[in-house]
């Protein structure tokens, strides 16, 4: 979290200009974010960002924050209900709104059990449309530069498109449970996999 303050130099960042505070003992609110992070202090986390929502009621990134801070607890109900509360009054927000469908997503809910305010958002997940799209975008990778494709950035490729309803190791798990996909990397290590090649959907078409 220090970083953010180094890496923006404006006032106007609400994050840099939060973590810039000190608290109400004095201790630099940065700081005492670090020290929460290492020790895994999730409650005292949540209490710490309570404190800063109530110097700025209403301001969308204190919102995120606490609803953040209550996942990081466990607590996802709490986290739909800040998450929710923020998004309603900044229907645009989009960091918010994926806080309502990772919290929704938590609590074992669909996007359909929320009411949005406009549009329902696209969500994807592991079916076998989606792993028909991967294998799109691998064999994209394969033909323009023929290297292996990295299951991360494939990854941050889908969450270009929409809302992913699973982790990075669970689309690494389909890939590797799918007889369409040649993997290479010990299944321990998953930041070290590599997907080398997939079947096109044209059976007569050679794989890549």
């Known amino acids: ?110 996007e359909q059990d929320f009411d949005w305010p406009g549009e329902t958002p696209p969500v994807l997940r592991l079916d076998d449309c989606l792993m028909e799209r991967v294998r799109e975008l691998v064999l994209e990778a394969h033909r323009e530069h023929g290297e292996p494709s990295d299951p991360f950035l494939l990854y941050h490729q889908l969450q270009d498109e929409a809302f992913l309803a699973f982790g990075p190791q669970e689309l690494i798990a389909a890939v590797r449970a799918d007889p369409a996909f040649v993997v290479d990397g010990p299944p321990e290590e998953p930041w070290n996999t590599w997907i080398l090649a997939a079947a096109t959907s044209d059976p007569t078409a050679p794989a890549s």
């Open 1 to 110: 979290m220090a970083e953010s303050v180094e890496a923006c130099e404006t006032i106007e960042c609400p994050c840099c200009r939060e973590l810039g505070e000190l608290d109400d003992d004095g201790t630099p609110v940065a700081e005492q974010e670090r020290r929460l992070f290492e020790a895994e202090d999730w409650d005292g986390l949540v209490a710490l960002r309570q404190r800063l929502l109530a110097r700025h009621p209403g301001e969308p990134h204190s919102l995120l924050c606490l609803a953040e801070a209550y996942a990081s607890a466990g607590d996802h109900q709490r986290s739909l209900e800040v998450a929710a509360r923020g998004y309603r009054e900044h229907p645009d927000d989009l960091w918010l709104e994926d806080a309502v469908l990772e919290a929704l997503t938590a609590l074992g809910r669909s």
